[in-house]
């Protein structure tokens, strides 16, 4: 028996990048944790949470428990698993890539599920409108503000994520500025076919 727990020490004793074997496997635990934790909660939500908003007459609660599901699943895992890289012994330029890298993740899963609410809500509320509405104006402009409003969460969601992480967002801001305008000289004639055909549309100074 001692031989056994002799042999189990020096097991243990075994140095991997730096890190104890005992170290990695409760690394491996805390991410097995990560994934049961985040399937209960997956269960939870889709048969407490979907069964109790099915109850109500609002189909907002629907709506809600649907775009919150899975960045919720995986913001708890991405979570757990960071936070678990505690118990392993990390260089200072590991942990400050770790650090960059849980920044940018954890800000894009609250991004898109910012992105994806706005969608599904303003879809919601909106397409009633335009069926309900004699004029096709609105139809070709509610699908503009829903995936423009959409982009532009995750735009302004990317740039932020990119900032907290310590990157230098103003020289990218800068280029794409610089892109911007070049992209706008380059398709003005477009454009402005485009601006005409908005206009006669708008006004229909001709009629059938």
């Given amino acids: 028996m001692s031989e056994v727990l002799k042999r189990v020490r020096d097991f243990l004793d075994i140095e991997f990048l730096g890190n104890d074997i005992w170290q990695i496997l409760t690394f491996l635990g805390i991410v097995v944790g990560a994934v049961l934790l985040a399937s209960l909660f997956r269960w939870i939500l889709n048969?407490?949470?979907?069964?109790?908003?099915?109850?109500?007459?609002?189909?907002?609660?629907?709506?809600?428990?649907?775009?919150?599901?899975?960045?919720?699943?995986?913001?708890?895992?991405?979570?757990?698993?960071?936070?678990?890289?505690?118990?392993?012994?990390?260089?200072?330029?590991?942990?400050?890539?770790?650090?960059?890298?849980?920044?940018?993740?954890f800000t894009l899963i609250i991004t898109i599920a910012l992105a994806n609410l706005y969608e599904k809500l303003l879809d919601h509320w909106l397409t009633p409108i335009a069926e309900k509405s004699e004029t096709k104006l609105d139809d070709q402009v509610f699908p503009i503000v829903i995936r423009g409003g959409k982009y532009t969460i995750i735009v302004l969601g990317s740039i932020i994520a990119l900032s907290n992480a310590g990157y230098n967002i103003y020289s990218l801001l800068a280029g794409l500025g610089v892109g911007g305008l070049a992209l706008a000289m380059a398709a003005r004639e477009t454009l402005a076919h485009a601006f005409g055909g908005v206009t006669i549309f708008t006004d229909r100074p001709f009629r059938m």
């Fill in 47 to 105: 048969s407490v949470a979907r069964s109790l908003a099915e109850k109500t007459e609002s189909e907002v609660d629907d709506i809600l428990v649907s775009v919150v599901a899975r960045p919720s699943i995986a913001a708890i895992f991405v979570l757990i698993t960071y936070l678990g890289l505690d118990v392993l012994t990390l260089s200072a330029a590991v942990q400050e890539g770790a650090n960059s890298v849980f920044t940018v993740v």
